[in-house]
């Protein structure tokens, strides 16, 4: 059964569908941006490049706010350690793509 029994999992149309909605913002900035830098607008490329990371800061702010929300943990069972694994995998992509 899955998630397995006793595990009281986040509704994905909370907080999952608000991040969700910020990195696919963010995709389109990002491509925004790439498309500017190929067409040679400094401007553009720069706004967008902000918003981009704007976005991605605010993903990982709601992405924090999740793991405090959970009511389980690394330790509980299976679902718990592949949530808060492939999560954090996710979040770490985020973060090395802001910080980059």
């Not at 299976?78 to 090395?96: A, C, D, K, Q």
């Amino acid at each position: 059964m899955w998630p397995p029994v006793g595990i009281e999992t986040i509704s994905p149309w909370g907080l999952p569908f608000i991040g969700t909605c910020l990195l696919l913002a963010s995709g389109f900035f990002l491509t925004y941006c790439h498309h500017a830098i190929i067409t040679g607008n400094k401007v553009t490329t720069i706004v967008s490049l902000f918003f981009t990371i704007v976005l991605g800061a605010i993903f990982m702010v709601i992405q924090v706010t999740e793991y405090f929300y959970a009511e389980y943990t690394f330790a509980d069972s299976v679902f718990g350690n592949n949530f808060f694994g492939l999560t954090g995998l996710h979040g770490l992509h985020v973060l090395v793509g802001i910080l980059f």
